[in-house]
């Protein structure tokens, strides 16, 4: 286990934000926020106050979904599966690049 220390006065980054930050950050309706965390797309971590935390990374992931269901006039549903397939693209081709190397 390694322990991450922290100089300094300041505050260290948190790996997760609001509800009210993310939407602010990724710009996406509410409604369509729910939406995402009923179907399971996104996971947000619940606090003892029954506020929700969304990842950091997942700002990149909703903007990117938000682009494709605007650019193509899609339902959330079939945004999603796009970017999913897409991430599963990504993530095979650092596969089969890796492989490469060791050829």
């Known amino acids: 286990?390694?322990?991450?220390?922290?100089?300094?006065?300041?505050?260290?980054?948190?790996?997760?934000?609001?509800?009210?930050?993310f939407i602010e950050l990724t710009g996406v309706p509410p409604v369509r926020l729910g939406e995402l965390v009923e179907y399971g797309w996104l996971v947000p971590v619940r606090t003892a106050g029954a506020e929700y935390l969304f990842r950091r990374l997942d700002v990149y992931r909703?903007?990117?979904?938000?682009?494709?269901?605007?650019?193509?006039?899609?339902?959330?549903?079939?945004?999603v599966i796009i970017v999913d397939l897409l991430e599963?693209?990504?993530?095979?081709?650092?596969?089969?690049s890796?492989?490469?190397?060791?050829?």
């Open 1 to 21: 286990m390694t322990v991450n220390r922290h100089s300094g006065d300041l505050p260290i980054r948190s790996e997760y934000i609001a509800w009210a930050e």
């Open 62 to 79: 909703l903007r990117k979904l938000q682009r494709i269901c605007d650019d193509f006039e899609l339902p959330s549903v079939g945004g």
């Open 88 to 96: 599963r693209i990504d993530q095979l081709e650092r596969k089969v």
């Open 98 to 103: 890796s492989l490469e190397k060791l050829l």
